[in-house]
């Protein structure tokens, strides 16, 4: 496998693509912008060095894909009324932590209540609840399609077990509604590098309706330097032909109808519901709550718990960062006041996030 995917690194490949991205760049006669919409790409393509490798005339701009970057306020203040309850024990993947909001962090009430756990999969958190028997374990349940399926393996897991202190408190985004949003409001992009692990479980058919509707090109693309470029160029080949479709670049991982197991686990126990995306507010349809069979599971209706959120101005601007309207360079904060050991905002929080991304490769504006 890795000999496999030393093919997509190979630098006479890369070069290859460099230049058949150049010449396809000048082909299409006027700037182009394009959109990597999965913070995994975003962390690609800047590790890679894309911006020196491309004409000044092609630009490729972030989007909201970084799942601990658009959790709102709102819910990072309920996290952290949890994380204050002796009775609970608040399970969460790592960067989550570190999320500043209204003057404290989960890392923080952590550190003074001991309540707050680090886990690597929604199943550590089942574990932990059912080893802890007296204390109700709050699962912060955030990403995409992606872990989605998980979650919701866990939660039938917890039902079959028997487990009644076991707790999810829903935070996860469905993407199509996001770009239908952005493709719709957004800040006018050309086309669209669709996410591959988001589509490895949903397919590339959701996405026919922004080609179908708004004229956009997208490719689902993977993560090594062939596979962005190739994507790149695919989307390029389109744009200068006028022609606007869904394509996969990321043939070894994604189908049109994807992962048909992991969406039927995933509707099994989730339904779509309405929900607030920092920087983009409420989205119809855009989250998943679970369904009324499996309520017992829902935090937000089985462990109430009274939070406010902070209407507190830090001067951050990941808000309109994650819409693409501006780039971390933009903020005052970036590079000063705001650094990966002391971030202001959560795009400098997680290991996806855009102005993570920017600080850790250099990739300033040239």
Known sequence: MAKYLDEYKEPRVVGEFVRRVAALAQGCGRKVRLMEVCGTHTMAAKRMGFSSMVPEG????????????????SYLQKAVAYARRKDVTVSTFGDMVRVPVGGTSLQREGSRYGNVVIVYSPADSLEIAAQN??????FLGIGFETTAPAIA??????RERKIKNFFVLGGNKLMPPV??????????????????????????????????????????????????????????????????????????????EGNRKALEIMHRVFEPCDSEWRGLGEIKGSGLRL????????????????????????????????????????????????????????????????????????????
Do not use: W
């Open 58 to 73: 092609l630009e490729l701009i972030s989007g909201p894909g970084c799942p601990v970057c658009v959790s709102p306020d």
């Open 133 to 138: 028997p007296g204390k109700r374990v709050v």
């Open 153 to 158: 393996a866990t939660v039938m897991m917890a």
């Open 179 to 256: 770009l239908r949003k952005l493709a719709r409001e957004g800040p006018g992009v050309h086309g669209l590098i669709c996410p591959g692990h988001v589509s490895t479980i949903i397919g590339s058919l959701p996405y026919e309706f922004l080609a179908r509707e708004y004229l956009v090109p997208c490719v689902v693309a993977g993560f090594e330097p062939v596979d962005i470029l190739q994507a790149v160029a695919m989307l390029l080949k389109q744009i200068a032909s006028g022609e606007a479709k869904v394509e996969v670049q990321y043939l070894r991982a994604v189908k049109e």
């Open 291 to 366: 369904k009324k069979e499996f309520s017992k599971f829902d935090a937000s209706e089985q462990v109430p718990v009274e939070h406010q959120v902070s209407a507190e101005d830090t001067g951050c601007i990941c808000g309109e960062i994650l819409c693409g309207k501006k780039k971390p360079t933009d903020c005052a904060l970036f590079g000063n006041r705001c650094k990966p050991d002391s971030p202001i905002g959560p795009c400098m929080v997680s290991s996806e996030g855009t102005c993570a991304a920017y600080y850790r490769y250099g990739d300033f504006e040239r």
